[in-house]
């Protein structure tokens, strides 16, 4: 497709869509095409997305009637120009191939993935829309992980967003032997965004702000020097200096958002969807697994695993965020003293001090010792001694509500509620009631 047939094309359109008709780059060397590596996810069948504990429990087979319909150039122009984005999506010969797999072999995934975005959009787009960031870079975890996660690629990226490990660390997310944060859904889609929003700082352009995420900001400004180009590039004039992956990233990226937003127009009927039941938050006062507080909370592991991702060997270390089913809250509340004291399942842990062997930042090894339980147990304030008296704290610089209610013992749902929060937004210098 050429140039003048795509001006042709917009020029009917009942608007305009200036980079579409000046900037639309056209890939006609099929060996240019073949020389594309594809993401990893687009490997993933539809039997391995339902592999996942919460696709299987939340969704089922769709009721809708399947149809295919013919679409051709002008049409997949005129539906990408409709996209309402700050992001160039042009179409070419390296887009079209993308569109052209989730429309046939990628089918059935895309089915589930529709479904399991309803968990993981909202998530998504809170973390984004904090930093002004155009909404369409949901997709990013489409193409990243197939929306999972307990995704790892080949090379030790992990969870939605398929943070390397140095990277997440860079962001603020813990990663040790117990933990691994790049898996909790919240602090890595705000990882995500942040690393997002210095790309674009970075290189003024969405396709090499996306392509950087995807192989490092150091490739991209290899490339761009390489290009000769320093003064004008964006990701199609560099497209022949990137890495064979990067190359086919986000070409994948225009074709997640094009199937995701036009799967009716393909004959694909998304997996019906049940919501995962409310849960709430506790903090954990000592080292507690996953076998001793299903024992006597009503949940399964299976249930624990799937809303705490990010706690890698069923253990939750003291002064830790635990998730759980709403109906499961009460219980743990109840319950607290027999579940740390429990070892059902061989949930006991070993007494006495446990180390855990943490990398900082800086890759710089350190200890982090946890008080033996007696000492625990001896200090730890219950209900019944706890002061009835109110308590304030100012908000310090990159506090979360999150790391608030841990430090002082309570939920993010409780802090929200005794100081009157929509959302989890706070300010530096903030007063906020926690007790």
Known sequence: MNKKMIISCLSALSFSCAW??????????????????????????????????????????????ARTLSYDDSVLVSRLSRIPTTIEMPLNDVTRKYIDTYCSRMKGAVAV????????????????????????????PVIESGLRPSATSRVGAAGLWQFMLATGKRYGLEVNTLVDERRDPIKSSEAAARYLRDLYDMFGDWGLAIAAYNCGEGNVQKAILRSGNQESADFWSVYSRLPHETRGYVPAFIAATYIMNYYCEHGIVPRETTLPLESDTVVVQREVTYAQIASLCNVTIDELRSINPQYRRDIVPVGYVLRLPASAIEDFVLKEDSIYASSAAGGSLAAGVRRVVVEDVEGVQAERQTAPRAATRNSRRTSTTRSQASKDVSVKRGETLSSIAKRNGTTVDKLKKMNNLKNDMIREGQKLRVK
């Open 20 to 65: 579409a008709q000046v900037n639309t780059p056209v890939v006609a060397d099929s060996s240019v095409v073949e020389n594309v590596d594809m993401p990893e996810s687009l490997f993933v069948s539809e039997e391995e997305l339902m592999k996942d504990y919460t696709n299987q429990t939340n969704l089922s087979v769709g009721t809708g009637t």
């Open 113 to 140: 993935m529709l479904a399991s975005s309803n968990f993981y959009n909202p998530i998504f787009e809170e973390a984004l829309e904090r930093y002004n960031l155009p909404l369409e870079l949901k997709y990013l």
